[in-house]
């Protein structure tokens, strides 16, 4: 197939490029032209690269026919946020390509009722992303439902893997909780620690949206959760980190107002951000209609991180080397 792919050169990307290349597609890459690849790959030598900033040529309405001008047989959104920006694209791609796999978010979902929550979850989403990705993904199941675009929705939890900063035990971006824990110091956690946070490797997307790209017939439609195969607490994130290096988790737990005056406003904001949805989403469903097997664990996918972070000299670890 010939696989227009939007935002081809972020996380996702640097692994499902190569996937697709290696699978046989023809691949076209459309990004700003801002940022190389996280991962370099002989594959990018077989792949058309396209520059279009995708915010000002929607803005102009001609987003959608530029991709559509492509001539693809299928085209995978992976940076798509408002369901104005969803629809400009359906309205050009209707008829004229086989499918349309767009990257959502967990976040579709806000607090629970069961878990780990199923994609048949009554939505109840808040904060302006993942309002606005629960309504683009409503658009695109009706726009399936009513005889129109195919498309099929993959819904990623916190995006990890090497060459970028991940989400640490404190629920935030902070790379002194990864210091702190691998050095035996004190972490101040959230509440009791016990709410959630629920990481996937940026290679297992890649996988769910290869999966969703070759399997039409189960794909088309639905949307699906794509996490590791279970959610962390944090408690037990940070215990388990403390123990790649040989320590045992000093953890002080307070109520999060408290954690909120101790902490940087923007890594207060983060751990809320996530600690407010705690998220713990099934992947039967992949599993069962995809095929999908996410070969990391919450853990293994957070070590990869690590050891890539300390390898380039963004972590201090206190000397201490993460092997795997
Ligand atoms: N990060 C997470 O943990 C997480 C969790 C759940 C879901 N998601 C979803 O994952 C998707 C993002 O995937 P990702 O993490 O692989 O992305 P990413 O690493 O942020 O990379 C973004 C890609 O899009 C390109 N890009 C950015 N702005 C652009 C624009 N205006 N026009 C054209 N290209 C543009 C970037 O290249 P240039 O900069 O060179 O243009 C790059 O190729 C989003 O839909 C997000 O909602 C992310």
Known sequence: MRVAVIGATGHIGGYLVPRLVAAGHEVIAISRGQHAPYREH?????VSRVTA??????EAGTFGDRIADLAADAVIDLICFTPESAEQLVDA???KVQILLHCGTIWVHGPAVEVPVTEDAVRRPFGHYGVGKAAIE????QETRSGGLRTSILHPGHISGPGWAIINPAGNLNPDVWTRLATGQQVTLP???LETVHHV????VAQSFELALHRQGASVGESFHV???RALTLRGFAEAVAGWFGQQADLRFVPFEAFRQESKPEDADATLDHISRSPSASIDKARRLLGYQPRYTSLQAAAEAVQWLQSHGG???GGRTLTL
């Open 42 to 46: 002989p594959a990018w030598d077989h």
């Open 53 to 58: 900033d995708r915010d000002s040529e929607d």
């Open 93 to 95: 791609l209707r008829g």
């Open 138 to 141: 409503q658009l695109l199941l």
């Open 191 to 193: 509440n009791f620690g």
């Open 201 to 204: 490797h940026a290679d297992d």
């Open 227 to 229: 996490v590791s195969e």
């Open 315 to 317: 972590l201090d670890l």
